[in-house]
């Protein structure tokens, strides 16, 4: 088997595939050793699945549990504390959230603002006679 390969603009024969045989492709040493691990592998995943499985039905159903014991002005208490305990987090995140906006609504502005009379002092240094006459009134230059 002679296998020939074309690399740029010459061409290359490997010669390590010149004898004309196949280089033996070594195998696992104990296919059996192999496949137990890969069973005990498999066996450890299924356990470790069935037993989170487990633990988030536990939580879950410990919770429906407790929400089905309670009576109807202890359940009305407890609907209202979550509620108040929501509204609080979510007023807090909405106060954070539009301070944030707030501040960088005041650096866009600021920024503006000195590009502006960045924009309007080198208007004026060109020449003032010109860059008057096409400016609106209420401009000026100081």
Known sequence: MVIILAAGVGTVIQPALLTGGVAPVAGPARPGLLH????????FLAVSA?????QLYAVTHEEQMRMSELSGPELYSEVARWRS?????????????????LMLLAKVRQSLETLSNVILSDMGHAG????????????TFS
């Open 85 to 101: 305990r929501l509204h609080g987090r979510a007023a807090a995140e909405l106060h954070t959230f539009l301070h944030t906006n």
């Open 36 to 43: 137990a691990i890969l069973l005990a592998l498999a066996v």
């Open 128 to 139: 003032d006679a010109a860059i008057k006459a096409d400016l609106p009134n209420d401009t």
């Open 50 to 54: 069935i037993f989170m499985g487990h």
